[in-house]
């Protein structure tokens, strides 16, 4: 038996010993039928509940709201905020471009499963360097590492942006959204990327044209967002 399961039953018997005497005094009183030891029962079953609350409130409201927090920050082991992060950006502010990149490919030597490095290194291609091979390559990439939901949408929404608004090829955006539909099916995700879809299928067959510029994908928020 471990440290936690033997306080948990200490707790335990501490609030079984004083809901006794509580329940006894309370008997007690209710057959003299006491006003004054009436109001005396309330104080303690007040202060009862207090005493339960800090015995059993805190893993009691870390069970309730868990689910809660998952819902709005996704638990996605491909998306975590690391310190790493904080040496490439610096040469992405200190306007070395090329240099961030690499200290990007050194985060993902040591976290190969995080594909944020990826992201943001398509991001610092295409804006910065107008490296579109390299940014379609960390984006193909991220797309086959991301095995969460809220992942593989954002992953597959930046290529599906690349395709359409950079390199003007819908066919291929629209074969990377049919992909991600077969991947998450039946997810909240999935059902944006279908709406994608049946745009794309639009542009593909009448040849409508785009409605956001290309030079605006790097600074464009992908729909498919952790906060969805």
Not at 61 to 67: E, F
Not at 136 to 147: G, Q, R, S, Y
Not at 163 to 177: F, G, W
């Amino acid at each position: 038996m471990n440290l936690q399961r033997i306080i948990f039953w200490v707790r335990v018997l501490i609030a079984f010993v004083l809901g006794s005497m509580l329940f006894r005094f309370a008997e007690s009183v209710i057959s003299h039928a006491d006003i004054v030891g009436g109001i005396m029962v309330l104080v303690l079953l007040l202060m009862y509940g207090v005493v339960l609350f800090l015995l059993f409130g805190h893993s009691f409201l870390n069970r309730i709201a868990d689910p809660f927090a998952r819902l709005y920050m996704p638990g996605d082991e491909n998306f975590r905020i690391a310190p790493e992060y904080s040496i490439p950006e610096a040469r992405v502010n200190a306007g070395k471009y090329a240099q961030a990149i690499e200290e990007y490919r050194k985060v993902i030597v040591e976290h190969p499963g995080d594909i944020y490095p990826h992201l943001r290194i398509a991001d610092i291609a295409l804006k910065h360097l107008q490296d579109v091979q390299i940014a379609e390559l960390d984006l193909m990439t991220a797309v086959a590492k991301a095995t969460g939901e809220d992942s593989a949408a954002m992953a597959a929404g930046r290529l599906a942006d690349l395709y359409q608004l950079t390199l003007h090829e819908p066919a291929r955006a629209l074969e990377v959204m049919k992909q991600l539909c077969e991947k998450i099916p039946g997810t909240k995700q999935a059902k944006l990327a279908e709406e994608r879809i049946a745009t794309l299928e639009e542009i593909v067959q009448h040849g409508q044209p785009l409605l956001k510029s290309p030079e605006k994908l790097a600074s464009r928020p992908s729909r498919f967002k952790l906060s969805d």
